[in-house]
């Protein structure tokens, strides 16, 4: 990132961690998911149903490493402090829903084991909208 000095040293505007730079981020971290991830490059919202698609299938077949790591990703995303809210607005939005994973097992145990800001955002999305 990279910040730029307002004139007469008024200051600097601070160059926010946006949509290009998830989605650069996003592809260099899943080679897994690249194809499609580069398809939809600079697209947030429908880059974040592929990784949602992601973790659904890793539920789905059990084998969670990827669906996890994804996760994290998004946490250590939402952790930054230059992360601009279109990020957590994504993941509330076009990631999963609270709901959809109470409806299995596996879903209600990956739900316990996500990091408690994503769990936390879907759990906020599933009561603002009455999911």
Known sequence: MKDIPLPDDQGVLLEMYDSEQFSSDAIAS???LRAELVQNAGLLHVQMGTLATAVRKGIASGDLVLALQVCVFLDTLLANPRAHPEIENAVAISFLEAVELRNTTA???FLDQLPARIR???REQEIRYGA
Do not use: N, T
């Open 107 to 109: 879903g209600r145990s």
């Open 30 to 32: 899943f080679p897994e």
């Open 120 to 122: 936390e955002i879907l």
